[in-house]
């Protein structure tokens, strides 16, 4: 007796030439999937246009401190994963640059003094009692893949860093002028990012054309990336329902 078993398509060999990408045509594809990075979003362009009020502005700050404080936790898993020592001693920067040392604060601090440059207390953000379900949802489910994931995978995901330099100058260059109303202070975490994207995406961008060297492996590591490009444009969908629609979760449910 045969059993058949159902295979998603992406799990089905594709026709026609499986040969290799060269490394510059696998970095090129992977680059071209900028266009699905969240800057594209209809929220953070209205966010980067000076259109977004002080509560949606909040909202989103609020959020996002729920996927700051899990990026080291993610690099913590990666690290791991991965047997190899000099891999190990380049990726901890990354848990440093967000958890900071004795005497010198990283990013999470940085993030912290966002929010109270647009009015949050700290007490807020850490309580994440302005988080929305589906963006602790989409968020878990990205620190999930990154455990139980090899660690070269887990990597491959992390280079959405490839675009990340843009959004940051974005907001540097248009802020002060759209919301005048956010301390100075509030912009050192994109200040801080800028140079540490772009260090941190040679190192990911290295192990991943090393690594996923055939075809069927340079194919999943573009789904990899999707992944991630999914999971932060779905945190803007649900910020899109609760601060521009003003549809926030069970908003049509009555006490």
């Known amino acids: 007796m045969t059993v058949m078993t159902y295979k998603p398509a992406y799990l089905l060999p594709k026709p026609g030439d499986n040969k290799p990408w060269t490394r510059a045509e696998f970095e090129q594809k992977l680059?071209?999937?900028?266009?699905?990075?969240?800057i594209n979003h209809e929220f953070h362009l209205l966010m980067n246009s000076g259109k977004?009020?002080?509560s949606a502005i909040q909202g989103w700050v609020a959020n996002r401190f729920y996927y700051q404080i899990i990026i080291p936790v993610k690099d913590a898993?990666?690290?791991?994963?991965?047997?190899?020592?000099?891999?190990?001693?380049?990726?901890?920067?990354?848990?440093?640059?967000?958890?900071?040392?004795?005497?010198?604060?990283?990013?999470?601090?940085?993030?912290?003094?966002?929010?109270?440059?647009?009015?949050?207390?700290r007490g807020e953000l850490y309580s994440q009692?302005?988080?929305?379900?589906?963006?602790?949802?989409a968020i878990d489910?990205?620190?999930?893949?990154?455990r139980q994931a090899s660690w070269q995978e887990a990597a491959c995901s992390s280079l959405t860093e490839l675009f990340a330099p843009k959004i940051h100058?974005?907001?540097?260059?248009?802020w002060p002028e759209y919301y005048p109303w956010i301390e100075p202070k509030g912009y050192a975490y994109f200040r801080k990012r800028l140079s540490e994207a772009r260090r941190d995406v040679e190192h990911g961008l290295q192990i991943t054309l090393d690594y996923f060297n055939t075809r069927e492996l340079q194919e999943k590591a573009l789904n990899i990336l999707q992944l991630k490009l999914d999971v932060l444009w779905t945190m803007l969908d649900c910020m899109w329902m609760a601060y521009i629609e003003k549809k926030p979760p069970y908003h049509n449910v009555k006490d």
């Open 129 to 137: 009692e302005h988080v929305l379900p589906g963006v602790r949802f």
């Open 169 to 174: 100058q974005k907001r540097l260059d248009k």
């Open 31 to 38: 680059r071209d999937k900028e266009k699905y990075y969240h």
């Open 52 to 54: 977004l009020d002080k």
């Open 77 to 121: 898993a990666i690290m791991a994963n991965c047997p190899h020592r000099d891999v190990r001693r380049s990726w901890v920067q990354r848990i440093i640059d967000h958890d900071g040392t004795q005497g010198e604060e990283g990013g999470i601090e940085a993030w912290l003094q966002l929010g109270e440059a647009v009015g949050l207390t």
């Open 141 to 146: 489910a990205y620190i999930n893949f990154a």
